[in-house]
């Protein structure tokens, strides 16, 4: 397990990485469940709109924790895959889109988020890799909108 707070094995809920640098969002995970025995969390995750009051589903099997861009609404999280691998999951609130990148991971500690770029390491406690994953340059495996008629601009 990574040494690290919060951690794919040990995050929650009240940590306050989850909100936006402007405080009008959060994400938001249900109940949390380890994969599998001693491995890293998941749960359904939903983006929270604070001054819309409002409540979207945006992930059925998330990890985390969550990284929020300190310059734009985006937030990216490590989601989990029907293979027990990890991609990436992007929700852009600014361009009303939530971006699924198609390279698979084992493990993501996602640690920061500058510009276009996504920090971190893969699978932190065997094989380490880092990861400097560019947002722009990456394929994407499926995009959607965040909900229909839903824009902050």
């Not at 969390?41 to 929270?48: D, H, K, M, P």
């Not at 889109?97 to 971190?120: K, M």
Request: charge should be negative; proline fraction near 3%; glycine fraction near 6%.
């Amino acid at each position: 397990m990574s040494n690290r707070y919060p951690n794919a094995w040990n995050f929650s809920n009240t940590d306050k990485n989850l909100i936006s640098k402007d405080g009008k969002y959060k994400i938001e995970y249900r109940e949390m469940y380890e994969i599998a025995m001693g491995a890293p969390l998941g749960a359904e995750c939903f983006l929270i709109d604070n001054e819309n009051n409002k409540k979207i589903k945006v992930c059925d099997w998330a990890g985390g924790p969550a990284v929020w861009d300190e310059q734009k609404n985006r937030v990216v999280f490590p989601i989990w895959t029907k293979n027990r691998d990890q991609q990436i999951r992007l929700v852009d609130i600014d361009n009303n889109e939530v971006l699924t990148f198609s390279e698979i991971f084992r493990v993501l500690e996602i640690v920061g988020f500058e510009g276009d770029t996504i920090y971190g390491v893969d699978s932190p406690i065997h094989k380490t890799k880092e990861l400097n994953f560019d947002l722009i340059k990456e394929n994407v495996d499926s995009k959607y909108r965040l909900i229909a008629g839903y824009n902050t601009q």
